[in-house]
């Protein structure tokens, strides 16, 4: 079983690697939250509806139309659960081949480890991957803010917006005190659903704390590491919003991420 999948496994990679011909992206998908029966969830600080407007879960994207999908995300979960020496053993050889192969092509690595999961890879019991690859561009999303603080040079951490209270907080501070940039969820009680959800309006500007941030769109690419970074800014050091159009399975589901909070009104 083959960890990494290329750029075109997934549709905002898929964009990215076609702007972006001087990268070669790779990406790992591990089922999301506790979607693998029986074992501790892959995302430790997820809301019910994050899981359930998740791109990653069985309702959402090309998972909804082929069970085989998840079924490999799952397995894949099972694998690091069970036996986490040998998954990051492969994890860290196919890491060195990639690596290789984009510097024969004149390229640089790029990688998202947590497409669909929130671990932390940067941390020693999960192999401390991005330390070990200090040529290789890493980015991800994540929900567990104190990451924020302590990864490597080489991965770029975009936060997560939710509707709790105690997590808006926390993505405030750092949009305040530029630890990094939020990314947060927009939009519409008429939006449309599947590939029509990028029509829907991000603002330029949006207000957190009694502050208003810069917006930039975040679905043009998922090359989070190409974003301004307020660590590496001169001047005013805030951090920016990453904003991103809700997609949902179905109306339903867009529905129910407006109401819990998950994504956030334009109307």
């Not at 979607?35 to 879960?57: E, F, H, I, K, M």
């Not at 994890?91 to 671990?119: I, K, M, P, W």
Request: aromatic content about 8%; hydrophobic content about 35%; charged content about 20%.
């Amino acid at each position: 079983m083959k960890l990494l999948s290329t750029a075109a496994a997934n549709t905002k990679t898929a964009k990215s690697q076609d702007n972006r011909p001087d990268y070669t992206i790779v990406t790992l998908s591990l089922s999301p939250a506790t979607a693998a029966p029986g074992l501790p969830t892959n995302c430790p600080n997820s809301t019910p509806s994050c899981v359930d407007a998740c791109v990653g879960n069985v309702n959402v994207g090309m998972a909804a139309v082929f069970k085989s999908i998840l079924e490999s995300r799952i397995r894949k979960t099972v694998f690091l659960r069970e036996d986490r020496k040998s998954f990051l053993r492969q994890l860290t050889g196919e890491l060195e081949h990639e690596r290789d192969r984009a510097y024969q092509h004149g390229t640089q690595l790029a990688v998202r480890l947590n497409c669909f999961s929130d671990l932390p890879w940067e941390m020693a019991s999960f192999g401390g991957i991005p330390q070990l690859f200090p040529d290789v561009d890493f980015w991800d999303y994540t929900k567990v803010y104190n990451r924020m603080n302590s990864v490597p040079d080489n991965y770029s951490l975009t936060a997560s917006w939710t509707e709790r209270t105690k997590d808006q907080d926390a993505c405030a501070e750092i949009l305040h005190n530029g630890l990094g940039n939020v990314a947060i969820v927009f939009g519409e009680h008429a939006g449309k659903t599947g590939r029509h959800a990028y029509s829907q309006r991000i603002p330029r500007t949006w207000e957190v704390a009694g502050k208003s941030f810069l917006v930039y769109s975040g679905d043009s690419q998922d090359m989070r590491h190409l974003d301004w970074d307020p660590r590496k800014a001169k001047g005013a050091k805030y951090g920016r919003i990453c904003g991103l159009a809700l997609k949902a399975g179905n109306n339903a589901m867009r529905l129910r991420a407006l109401a819990s909070g998950f994504a956030v009104s334009t109307d």
